[in-house]
């Protein structure tokens, strides 16, 4: 696809984009422990961060529940970045491995499967069910 924005064009691989979006899905499935520590460190730094734009303690602490489920929101969203970034790294390497879209497409799609029942499977019932 070819986009012609005033002054440059410039064309859009959007197979490359949609397998690179399908590794970091899978990537994102895959690595749920990676996951949740780059969501808490964020959430983490968020909190840290706003804590200089308040002038008074007291609306400091007023606000600490709906600053910080804020916060946690942001983070998570936010943590969707490095996954995205991971998976346009993998679905390069292996499209200079194996030379061509469609290789880089299918292993992600298998993987993004794979990847979705191993996350399954790991889940935590919880100790009242057998």
Same mark, same amino acid.
Not at 25 to 28: G, K, N, T
């Given at each position: 696809m070819r986009l012609y924005i005033i002054p440059f064009s410039f064309e859009v691989d959007t197979v490359n984009i949609a397998s690179s979006c399908i590794w970091s899905? $899978?990537? !994102?499935i895959g690595l749920d422990s990676t996951k949740e520590w780059i969501s808490k460190q964020l959430a983490r730094w968020f909190n840290f961060a706003e804590g200089w734009l308040y002038t008074s303690a007291e609306e400091f602490e007023e606000t600490r529940p709906a600053r910080e489920s804020q916060n $946690?929101? !942001?983070a998570s969203v936010l943590s969707i970045v490095p996954f995205l970034i991971m998976g346009a790294v993998v679905n390069w390497v292996i499209n200079i491995s194996f030379g061509g879209n469609s290789w880089a497409l299918a292993l992600?799609?298998?993987t993004c499967a794979i990847c979705s029942l191993f996350a399954l499977a790991n889940q935590d019932y919880g100790e009242d069910e057998d």
């Open positions: 899905l $899978a990537l !994102y $946690a929101f !942001y992600g799609i298998m």
